[in-house]
């Protein structure tokens, strides 16, 4: 892992929009950039996999729909969402993958999900509406564009509405090297709490953190 700190004249922060970030480190040929502004670490757009490469990597994860641990995982972002929530909302599972266990789950809770995937649910006809709640889970550190992406999520959630979000947030900077979230090849955009926070408030949104790794947005 290479020293941090160069200074360097980039794009704009995908996340936040700031208009300067530094080397945050090199590992494995890949460069690896720092927000100052809303402490995200960013893989250089260089390193991003085209899209059959995404797919192929996505195709091995293993999310069945029978599997207990899996659901009990979701369930950290279920339970939070489904507890704030009045009954019978209408949803929007985004990013959902090939197999929607979430989306299931808010179903037998009495609540309405529509899904919507680049890959896998690709159905333009999910985002011309707006939901009470959109979930995002092990999605956001896959987003190229996070910027965009949340003007997106934002448009599609009606005022009041709860975006919530499970992506495993970056705590110790001396452990990134040999993170098991960085060594996945579609994960190009790591968040911290205090990232999350910046999001929130660019947005108008307020922002908690109720179980570890699941952040919940309410538009205001």
């Known amino acids: 892992m290479s020293p941090s700190g160069e200074s360097q004249t980039l794009s704009p922060c ?4 700031a208009s300067a970030l530094s080397l945050f480190a090199v590992i494995d040929e890949k460069t690896y ?3 100052a502004t809303c402490h995200a ?4 757009e260089a390193h991003f996999l085209a ?3 995404e797919r192929a990597r996505y195709e091995t994860h293993q999310n069945d729909a029978s599997d207990g641990r899996y659901r009990t995982f979701l369930d950290r972002l279920a339970a939070p969402l489904i507890a704030r929530m009045p009954p019978a909302q209408q949803g929007l599972d985004y990013g959902c993958g090939p197999g929607p266990l979430l989306a299931m789950m808010l179903t037998e809770a009495g609540h309405t999900v529509k899904l919507w995937d680049p ?7 999910a985002l011309e509406g707006t939901y009470d709640f ?3 889970t092990e999605v956001f550190e896959h ?3 996070p910027r965009v992406e949340f003007a997106r999520l934002g448009s599609l959630l009606r005022p009041g509405g709860l975006l919530a979000v499970m992506t495993t947030l970056q705590t110790d900077d001396a452990r990134f090297e040999q993170w098991y979230y960085r060594r996945d090849p ?3 955009t790591f968040y911290r709490e205090f990232t999350m926070r910046v999001v929130a408030a660019q947005h108008g949104w307020t922002c908690e953190t109720p179980a570890e790794n699941v952040v919940l947005f309410r538009k205001g």
């Not at 995908?14 to 929009?17: A, E, F, I, T, W």
């Not at 670490?41 to 250089?44: S, V």
């Not at 890959?119 to 006809?125: A, C, K, L, P, T």
């Open 14 to 17: 995908r996340v936040c929009g």
């Open 33 to 35: 950039w720092r927000c």
């Open 41 to 44: 670490t960013l893989l250089d």
């Open 51 to 53: 899209a059959l490469g």
């Open 119 to 125: 890959f896998f649910h690709r159905d333009e006809r």
């Open 134 to 136: 959109i979930t995002c």
């Open 143 to 145: 987003f190229h564009q």
């Open 186 to 188: 579609t994960h190009v």
